[in-house]
């Protein structure tokens, strides 16, 4: 893998007392996040050719709404450890796809932004934020490690 896009979700209608957490659907103000940040993929020509996606219902919502935009943009694969995954565990799960050039994970906070933090700076507790739809394109001209990672673009609504 040279490129990681880790996408995180756009934002979500607040969860019911006692609702699931897995089922919030993207508020109306979260579907134009999404569609923007497909706007943005396509116009800096970022396509990736396999799409990991949490199966909460924003996640999915928002990987369709970001996708719709990109040209040739693959199916997305559901992969249920995405949801609540710690930056480890995320990488466990990426080096599972080392096979592929540009590599698309949409998830969630904390996971996602320790993530960026874990590969670029080398330490997860170092992390900056990442806000809902928010974007980062990593570049990895090695192994996937912590501190391994270059970060070539971030763009948020």
Known sequence: MHELILLRHAEAQP??????????????????????????????????????????????????????????APAMQMSPEIYNATPGELLALL?????????????????????????VEGRSDEFRGMPPAGLAVLHLDGPLEPGSARLDAFWSP
């Open 15 to 72: 969860a019911s007392p006692g609702g699931d957490d897995a089922i919030r659907r993207l508020s109306g103000r979260g579907e134009q996040e999404a569609r923007a940040a497909g706007t943005w993929l396509k116009a800096h020509g970022v396509r990736p050719e396999r799409v990991l996606c949490s199966p909460s219902e924003r996640t999915v919502a928002t990987a369709h709404l970001a996708l719709s935009t990109v040209d040739g």
């Open 95 to 119: 080096d599972q796809h080392a096979d592929v050039n540009t590599l698309m994970l949409v998830g969630h906070n904390p996971g996602i932004e320790r993530l960026v933090a874990l590969l």
